[in-house]
């Protein structure tokens, strides 16, 4: 009798493990529908905001300064006197510069009388020489005289060009204890206080750093070399800055340098975008983080990136709990592919997406193209308005 039940019970559990088994495989699938719009690919890239040109004014002349007459943020106008330098010492090098010139022309006057008294001397000697009343000696003694006063009259205007030459410059370092603005614009630093001395010379000291136009900025950012392939001149890109974090700001891509930098072994490429600063928000330095805008597609087929990476022949990748059977009889896990396209990948390749057709997965070959890394375009192989997409599963609520 116990060995008829036992094989009573043997028979019921038989006949009921496949319709356990069954119940716990209803699946629920998580789905998306196939839709259409914009696809953009960003590149993102960070650095620093810098005027278009920025000025450092330096001084050629040593000395103590004497005054400053600008400050932090002032403007100022090409040919501004922004401090002066100490010109006692270099006013008396012009005074000095200036007798030496006087003295130069001076002798000049002396060596053209001289010059005139030798020619008078040597033409006379030469006429009584005709009537045999001036000797050959005489006559030649006469003549080089003159000629050497001739060249003492040269001698005498180069000296005058070189103290005028050394006047003129007198006055150029004179003129240069006063430093003017080379440009309009706005100061940034002033390096300077009244009673410092300067000192001009293997490298000439910046003592004001002058911004020319703060209305017209660049960005300069540093693109992946991973990226700068995508990244173009004329591109229009978005910028944000931690001044303005709700903010954002349009610029657009006018260079992307060749030469490379190279930081801990990760490489990249300077690329220069115009910022139109009119409201003056922005400020030299700030550190701004830039979406470039590389490609765009406008009313694309797109599915989610999720579905790309799903495969309906392959197990869950989280259950809830493994069914009855499969606990009893294990057996080897089938492999799983995941095709997934790569953000920023500009490809067209064959995948396989699944459809979710009468409750049942089917499998469809499908052409992808743009991904944004959320979302991929679709160039053949799915029409929005159909079957939805798969992205997942997950096995059924129990009751």
């Known amino acids: 009798m116990p060995f008829l039940l036992l094989v009573l019970v043997a028979i019921v559990l038989l006949a009921t493990l496949p319709l356990l088994d069954h119940d716990e495989a209803k699946i629920t699938y998580l789905t998306a529908p196939v839709s259409r719009g914009n696809l953009q690919l960003t590149v993102s890239a960070t650095g620093t905001l810098q005027p278009v040109n920025q000025v450092d004014v330096g001084t050629e002349v040593s000395g103590t300064i004497r005054s400053v007459a600008v400050d932090y943020n002032d403007r100022v106008t090409r040919g501004q006197v922004l401090a002066r330098l100490d010109t006692e010492e270099l006013q008396a090098q012009v005074l000095q510069s200036e007798a030496n010139l006087a003295a130069a022309r001076a002798h000049v006057s002396l060596a053209q009388a001289t010059v005139e008294e030798t020619r008078l001397k040597a033409d006379r000697c030469r006429t009584l020489a005709q009537r045999d009343m001036c000797s050959q000696d005489t006559l030649d003694s006469a003549s080089a005289a003159y000629l050497r006063a001739k060249a003492e009259l040269a001698s005498a205007d180069a000296q005058v ?87 954002s700001f349009p610029a657009t891509i006018t260079q992307v340098r060749f030469s490379p930098r190279e930081t801990n072994g990760v490489v990249t490429y300077e690329a220069l975008l115009s910022v139109n600063n009119q409201d003056l928000l922005l400020r030299p330095g700030m550190t701004a983080v830039a979406d470039i805008l590389a490609q765009r597609v406008d009313d694309a087929v797109l599915v989610p990136n999720a579905a790309l990476r799903f495969d309906a022949s392959a197990p869950p990748a989280t259950a809830a709990s493994p069914g009855f059977l499969s606990r009893l009889l294990p057996h080897a896990p089938r492999p799983t592919r995941h095709p997934e396209a790569d953000a920023g990948a500009s490809q067209s390749t064959e995948h396989t997406v699944w459809l979710l057709r009468d409750g049942e997965p089917v499998a469809t070959s499908v052409r992808i193209g743009l991904t944004d890394g959320m979302h991929t375009e679709i160039t053949a192989g799915l029409t929005p308005g159909g079957d939805p997409v798969i992205l997942g599963q997950a096995p059924a609520a129990g009751p």
């Open 161 to 247: 060009k070189v103290a005028g030459a050394t006047l003129d410059a007198q006055r150029t370092r004179l003129d240069k204890a006063e430093i003017r603005s080379p440009v309009d614009g706005l100061v940034l630093a002033r390096r300077i206080e009244p009673g410092q001395t300067v000192a001009a010379m293997l490298q000439t000291p910046v003592l004001f750093v002058l911004a020319e136009d703060l209305a017209d900025m660049e960005l300069h950012v540093d693109i992946d070399e991973a990226d700068v392939g995508m990244v173009r001149e004329g591109q229009t890109a978005h910028f944000t800055v931690d001044a303005y974090p709700e903010r």
